[in-house]
């Protein structure tokens, strides 16, 4: 089947402007996890859902990062009043659950984002 | 909380060799995961191998080994007759798996180029 997508694949935002990520999970994945990923460094984890639920957020930079999963499938991470710093590629991944073999992570091909 | 070193920020080899990646981890917990993930250039990343610490025989995928020392916290990755195909940045990460959240810990990756 289809893997995890991202849209858009990239985005250029003025400074203090509001942009929105989506990520579609592969069917039927319960968990789903951000990403920020800067320039030459690894991955760095932001938030977790498993289904609707938000189980956790510790990751978010800041108060103006937010994300949601409303009907545990699609997600969006919010950035308000972008800064430079937030530029950055943002990267989804989904699993199956989190138990044994299926807590492997099947990652998106990320947005990347570019705050002017 | 866990943090994950990898030390050899670029590395070459000639194809057909083999060429092994360094990770090390710190971490108090006593079950965990190792991944090495494979991020090609301007491509999604995709996981290449796994290891769970409660078991001793180091996992192998084909091409793809590891060497899991427990007590030293160190899994390296071993690539033989390396391919030009494998040229991309490896991660090394970790994940502790367990109530709430089980997000991976990257290290800062390896660039890896396959000489032709």
């Known amino acids: 089947g289809a893997g995890v997508s991202q849209s858009p694949r990239y985005k250029v935002a003025k400074r203090g402007q509001d942009v929105a990520l989506r990520c579609d999970p592969i069917?039927?994945?319960?968990?789903l996890f951000w990403y920020q990923q800067a320039l030459g460094q690894g991955p760095e984890f932001l938030t977790y859902f498993q289904n609707e639920a938000q189980l956790d957020k510790s990751g978010l930079p800041s108060d103006r990062f937010f994300a949601e999963r409303p009907e545990g499938s699609v997600s969006t991470l919010k950035i308000q009043r972008t800064q430079q710093e937030d530029s950055a590629v943002y990267l989804c991944?989904?699993?199956?659950?989190?138990?044994?073999?299926?807590?492997?992570?099947?990652f998106g091909p990320g947005t990347r984002l570019t705050v002017l | 909380a866990q943090t994950v070193t990898q030390s050899q920020p670029e590395m070459s080899v000639q194809e057909a060799e083999t060429v092994t990646l360094s990770c090390t981890y710190d971490t108090s917990e006593n079950n965990y995961y190792l991944f090495w993930y494979k991020q090609p250039p301007s491509r999604q990343m995709i996981l290449v191998i796994r290891?769970?610490?409660?078991?001793?025989q180091n996992a192998t995928e084909n091409r793809f080994s590891v060497n899991f020392q427990k007590a030293a916290k160190s899994f390296s990755l071993k690539i033989s007759d390396s391919q030009l195909g494998d040229t991309a940045m490896y991660f090394c990460?970790?994940?502790?798996?367990?109530?709430?959240?089980?997000?991976?810990?990257f290290g800062k990756g390896t660039k890896l180029s396959v000489i032709p």
């Open positions: 991944a989904s699993s199956h659950s989190s138990r044994g073999e299926s807590n492997e992570q099947f």
């Open positions: 069917s039927g994945h319960v968990s």
């Open positions: 290891q769970e610490a409660y078991k001793q």
């Open positions: 990460a970790f994940m502790k798996p367990g109530a709430g959240s089980y997000q991976l810990t």
